[in-house]
């Protein structure tokens, strides 16, 4: 059985390193790299992060050749 969305939402902001990448995200798009550089954790360890947010539609990634930034996505949190 799937979870309701508020559910998923507010499960992926249960978290404060979500919440954190979230409060950097809403300054404008970043890399994996620099959403990580503030915490003291591997980069697989962000990546899942990045992908409950993901996963919740807080966040959205972009395509620009290589880069691959993200962006907040505010859909959820009006819902």
Sequence with gaps: MAADPLSVTLSALADPT???????????EASVTELAGPFDMS????????????TAGLIERG???QFRPRRLSAGPLRD
């Design 18 to 28: 979500r919440r954190a990448i979230l409060a950097r995200l809403s300054r404008g």
């Design 43 to 54: 980069f697989p360890a962000v990546s899942k992060h990045l992908k409950v947010l993901e």
């Design 63 to 65: 395509r620009d050749a």
